[in-house]
């Protein structure tokens, strides 16, 4: 079966750190680029980052550029996002999901939820 | 930065035809996708290319793409229908992904 599965979330404090996994399972993890994407409660879907199967392309969204890192281990099969100085906006539900045709997004991991509030 | 505009809502009878757009400057010249969300649950790609199904997506579920509108077109609505609904797009002049704003599609 074809499966993401998202951990790490929890709540933190403005300004600490969180980091989010990823495991992947099912597909050929090493063959394919991976996102983050995330949605704060009520709200819509909001691109967080983009990594290439062999990390040497990786993109931020304006948001969260210089604060969030994101990386991968092909060998374990996981994407990470190392989470740092985390503002209240940043309480979201983090998905991972993977790259398709044109940049489209196949296969979704059900979330993590990352709550910042002191 | 690029932005996708979508409607916050559309309402449609049961059987009825359901159409949500997306509007953009000159969406024309993307690759479109839409995935439908309902509660508590994770996006599921329905359309992608404009106008391809990924396998298990029915028929019904179709799309255009031209000029600076994109449009998801739902024919013979279901009440498992019911869902948000978002577009998205690959900014490579920025290398971002876009998402639209999202469309609720209630089933009369």
């Known amino acids: 079966e074809v499966q993401l599965v998202e951990s790490g979330g929890g709540l933190a404090q403005p300004g600490r750190s969180l980091r989010l996994s990823c495991a992947a399972s099912g597909f050929t993890f090493e063959d394919y680029g991976m996102h983050w994407v995330r949605q704060a409660p009520g709200k819509g879907l909001e691109w967080v980052s983009y990594?290439?199967?062999?990390?040497?392309?990786?993109a931020y969204a304006d948001s969260v550029k210089a604060r969030f890192t994101i990386s991968r281990d092909n060998a374990k099969k996981s994407l990470f996002l190392q989470m740092n100085s985390l503002r209240a906006e940043d309480t979201a539900l983090y998905f991972c999901?993977?790259?398709?045709?044109?940049?489209?997004?196949?296969?979704w991991g059900q979330g993590t939820m990352v709550t910042v509030s002191s | 930065s690029y932005v996708l505009t979508q409607p916050p809502s559309v309402s449609v009878a049961p059987g009825e035809t359901a159409r949500i757009t997306c509007g953009g400057s000159?969406?024309?010249?993307?690759?479109v996708h839409w995935y439908q969300q309902k509660p508590g649950q994770a996006p599921v790609l329905v359309i992608y290319?404009?106008?391809d199904r990924p396998s298990g997506i029915p028929e019904r579920f179709s799309g255009s793409n031209s000029g600076n509108t994109a449009t998801l077109t739902i024919s013979r609505v279901e009440a498992g229908d019911e869902a948000d609904y978002y577009c998205q797009v690959w900014d490579s002049s920025s290398d971002h992904m876009v998402f639209g704003g999202g469309t609720k599609l209630t089933v009369l």
């Open positions: 000159n969406i024309g010249g993307y690759s």
């Open positions: 290319g404009d106008s």
């Open positions: 990594i290439s199967w062999n990390s040497d392309k990786v």
């Open positions: 999901a993977k790259r398709a045709v044109d940049w489209s997004l196949d296969i």
